[in-house]
């Protein structure tokens, strides 16, 4: 995915990359944690589990982020921004105030919900809240089994409760989802509920490609999964 352009093609794009949406309201859901309610014309976007806006984050960069609420009729968006103070994607959202324009993108990507599977397991850190969020309204009202793990810092350990998630868990992110022998001990391979799941992986690339690897090993469940950053790459 592109994080940057030559900034003579954002002149020449200048009219379609211009701000086409305000700051509404911010939230601080921790101190590393920040839900950021745009308002805009979003009527054409399609939104669907798993996939993200584009960004823009300074006059050359770009950076994805997903839509954690949407309401069309409205022109509302809310993103949960991981403010891990490494980037300039993070210092930009962090520093952005009430009634700040910006621009964002059209909203495209992989999915990563099947709807028609009853038990429904998803894995994540801070910058897949926001799916997260997307996601669980789906899951109560199609009626169905989940289970969210989510390895975070401490910081934002009770963001998960703070958000209104059940039947989750939280780990601490001290590197155990990347040792194959720590995650197959994980309550889930326990029990034969979750042989067939539907699994999304999202969030730190290491960690989410350790655990697909179990999975694909260990159950016949469809495995969806996305890293959305890495330790020293800019934005994936
Ligand atoms: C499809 C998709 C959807 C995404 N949705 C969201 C979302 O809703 N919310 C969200 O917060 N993020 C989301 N991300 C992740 C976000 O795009 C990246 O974290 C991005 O790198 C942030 O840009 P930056 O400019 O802050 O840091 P960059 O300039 O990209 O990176 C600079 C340094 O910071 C490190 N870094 C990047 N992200 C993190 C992090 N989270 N924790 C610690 N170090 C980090 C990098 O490894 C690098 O060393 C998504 C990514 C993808 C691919």
């Known amino acids: 995915m592109i994080s940057k352009i030559p900034k003579w093609v954002g002149d020449l794009f200048e009219g379609t990359l211009r701000p086409n949406a305000r700051v509404l309201e911010i939230s601080n859901i921790s101190s590393r944690i920040k839900k950021i309610r745009f308002e805009g014309n979003i009527s054409k976007m399609n939104f669907q589990i798993g996939y993200a806006n584009v960004l823009r984050v300074s006059e050359t960069e770009y950076r994805n982020y997903t839509a954690a609420y949407h309401d069309k009729e409205k022109g509302i968006i809310d993103i949960i ?47 897949s809240i926001g799916v997260a969020c997307a996601l669980l309204p789906l899951l109560r009202s199609n009626n169905q089994q989940f289970q969210f ?8 350990k009770n963001v998960p409760e703070l958000l209104g998630f059940e039947n989750f868990t939280v780990f601490p992110k001290d590197g155990s989802f990347r040792i194959e022998k720590w995650i197959i001990d994980l309550p889930i391979f326990t029990t034969k509920d979750w042989n067939n799941a539907n699994f999304a992986l999202a969030g730190n690339v290491k960690s989410v490609q350790t655990f697909r690897k179990v999975l694909k090993n260990k159950t016949q469940g469809n495995v969806y999964s996305q890293g959305y950053w890495l330790e020293g790459k800019k934005g994936l």
């Open 81 to 127: 921004f991981h403010i891990h103070t490494n980037g300039v994607g993070s210092t930009y959202f962090d520093s952005l105030k009430t009634g700040d324009e910006t621009y964002i993108g059209p909203s495209r990507g992989k999915k990563i919900y099947d709807p028609s599977i009853k038990n429904q397991f998803f894995f994540g850190d801070e910058t």
């Open 149 to 156: 793990y989510f390895e975070l810092d401490r910081e934002n």
